[in-house]
């Protein structure tokens, strides 16, 4: 049970994409309280909260975050959930509980006791008939493995969700079972789940070794806040990515966690990093420790900006970042989505433009031919007599295909293929050796 806080915000346009998303507090309503922007999230400070602007079709995909807790206070309740309003979030505020808002399903990824105890809620039927309807089916689990902790919520085709928290499986009791999956997959397709998350004092999960606070409901009930002071209890929610395969159903679309490719290729644009949330990439790392980021963005900063880094891999947690020399195939991190890995490709240095080739000559040149013809090969010959003479025979040999002057052996000097010119035709003869022995008279 989450808190019911009546909200109307502007209507938003209804969407069709294929998107991870990582909204930041811009995307969402302050509903009242003290909330300010922290890590791609929120931190609220004494009552108060936020309420979405948009409305997911979370079929196939999930939601994940991390939370911090560590300033929270027992008998003071702080969560994070999803409601499915119908016409999406714009025509206001609704929950699972009977109250002056509509009834509408209630997904409690979510709810605190201070630092004490934490429960999972599906809130799928608006009555009290049993399954998973007002005081719905729930996991609990205790907080004593440290105030800050991963969350990820999976909703799958056929409406089951499975939750977890550092990894961890959470065992829902009772459900959902099929009907409930079916109600789920139908909520989903027709008006989706937007996300909300508050703090205040009233109800809170209990199993007698946390206490409830000043509040008197037991954990089967539900009735709302009560009003009183959260006594500066904090919370906070950051790194929020909600992966909608099926696209906003309603409200506007928060950005996207990368930039749209150039192109359909899978490979990362030259100097960005690719993300892949909830992947392990594994490789060699290029240091002995980690180092500290706030974001994945930031790890991968850190990597563009060191010698040596290809990829990182990012544990969502604690914020450690190792830097990797080297990278494998990526594979399911193991633990639900507690780290976030990618590969990072540097700029790519534009090569300076071939240089122009020589035009053709108008027919093809003989291979190996120096100069490309038998004229310019013995022009290129040396001047000294003995070497000139030898010369002009290899010229002549590897330009064989050359057109003869004299219609025989030309020779390798202009005396004798001048000698050799028949007397029809002298005169084309006579101009052919002499520009097939061009260097002659230098001889």
């Known amino acids: ?39 791609n999230g929120w931190r609220v400070d004494g009552e108060g909260g936020v309420h979405g602007r948009t409305s997911w079709n979370l079929l196939g995909g999930y939601i994940e975050f991390d939370m911090d807790v560590c300033g929270a206070q027992t008998g003071v309740n702080n969560n994070f959930y999803t409601i ?22 209630e997904l409690d990824i979510i709810e605190n006791n201070g630092r004490c105890l934490g429960q999972t809620t599906w809130h799928v039927w608006g009555n009290k008939d049993g399954g998973c309807d007002q005081n719905g089916c729930y996991g609990q689990y205790h907080l004593d493995d440290g105030c800050q902790f991963h969350m990820r919520t999976e909703f799958h085709e056929d409406g089951g969700i499975t939750q977890y928290r550092n990894g ?62 959260s006594n500066g209890a904090q919370f906070a929610v950051t790194n929020v990515v909600v992966y909608a395969p099926r696209g906003i159903k309603y409200g506007p679309a928060p950005p996207t966690c990368a930039g749209p490719s150039p192109s359909p290729s899978p490979s990362p644009s030259p100097g960005m990093c690719s993300t892949s949330v909830g992947k392990n990439n594994d490789g060699t790392n290029l240091q002995s420790s980690a180092i500290i980021t706030s974001s994945a963005d930031d790890c ?92 002009v025979e290899e010229c002549d040999e590897r330009c064989s295909d050359s057109t003869s002057c004299t219609g025989g052996d030309d020779g390798s000097d202009l005396y004798t293929c001048v000698h050799g010119c028949p007397s029809e035709g002298f005169s084309d003869c006579l101009d052919c050796c002499t520009g097939k022995f061009p260097s002659a008279a230098l001889v």
């Not at 909200?7 to 507090?25: D, H, I, N, W």
């Not at 979030?89 to 009977?98: F, R």
């Open 1 to 39: 049970m989450a808190m019911r806080q009546t909200l109307f915000v502007a209507a938003g346009v209804q969407l069709a994409s294929s998107e991870t998303y990582c909204p930041t507090l811009g995307d969402f309503d302050v509903a009242w309280g003290s909330v300010s922007g922290e890590g």
């Open 84 to 105: 499915s309003p119908q016409g999406g979030p714009s025509s206001g505020y609704c929950d699972i509980q009977t109250n002056d808002s509509p009834i509408c399903m």
């Open 168 to 229: 961890q499986v959470i065992q829902v009791n009772g459900g959902p079972s099929g009907n409930e999956k079916n109600q789920i997959k139908q909520n989903m397709e027709s008006t989706g789940a937007s996300i909300a998350s508050t703090q205040w004092t009233g109800w809170v999960p209990d199993d007698g070794s946390c206490g409830w606070g000043d509040s008197p409901f037991p954990p089967s009930q539900s009735p709302g806040p009560s009003g009183e002071e």
């Open 300 to 391: 991968c900063s850190s990597c563009s900006s060191t010698s040596g880094c290809v990829g990182y891999t990012w544990v969502h947690a604690n914020g450690e970042c190792w830097l990797k020399s080297a990278v494998d195939s990526l594979r399911d991190d193991g633990c639900g989505g507690c780290v976030t890995s990618g590969t990072y490709s540097a700029p790519t240095t534009t090569p300076a433009p071939p240089a122009p080739t020589p035009s053709p000559s108008p027919s093809p040149s003989p291979s190996g031919c120096p100069g490309g013809s038998l004229a310019s090969c013995i022009q290129a010959c040396p001047t000294e007599a003995s070497v000139f003479a030898i010369c």
